[in-house]
C-alpha cells in the first residue's frame, strides 16, 4: 500500500499564498505521476496540477500562473505553491499519485490522500 501525508492547508485571505505538500511512503517500487486535485464546495472534484516522472506538468486553466506544482523524486514529495489566491480556490485539495507496485510489472495504481482544506476569504 501507499500512504499520502498532505499539510499546509489552511485559511487565507484573498491575494495571498499557501504551501500544500504531499509525502508518499509505504511499499511501492516507484512513483510514477503525482499532483493534486480539488474539490469546491458542493461541485465535483477537478484536477489542479499533476506532474510525471520526467516533469512533464500539466495545470488546470483556472490556476495557470498561479499556482506552482513541483516534485522532489528522492523524498516521493510534491508541492503545490498557490499564490494569488482567489475566493473562488476555496476547496478540499487532495494528493494523488500513481505508483508501481512492484518491478516486474508496468501497472501502476492510484492513490488518495485524505485531502486538507483551503479557504480564502474575500
Known amino acids: 500500500q501507499v500512504q499520502l501525508a498532505e499539510s499546509g492547508g489552511g485559511l487565507v485571505q484573498a491575494g495571498g499564498s499557501l504551501r500544500l505538500s504531499c509525502a508518499a511512503s509505504?511499499?511501492?517500487?516507484?512513483?510514477?505521476?503525482m499532483g493534486w486535485y480539488r474539490q469546491p464546495p458542493g461541485k465535483q472534484r477537478e484536477l489542479v496540477a499533476t506532474i510525471n516522472d520526467i516533469s512533464n506538468i500539466v495545470y488546470a486553466d483556472s490556476v495557470k500562473g498561479r499556482f506552482t506544482i513541483s516534485r522532489d523524486s528522492e523524498k516521493n514529495t510534491v508541492y503545490l505553491e498557490m499564490t494569488s489566491l482567489k475566493p473562488e480556490d476555496t476547496a478540499v485539495y487532495s494528493c494523488y499519485t500513481s505508483a508501481r507496485r512492484w518491478a516486474h510489472t508496468y501497472t501502476a495504481y492510484p492513490y488518495w490522500g485524505q485531502g486538507t482544506q483551503v479557504t480564502v476569504s474575500s
Open positions: 509505504g511499499n511501492f517500487f516507484r512513483i510514477n505521476a
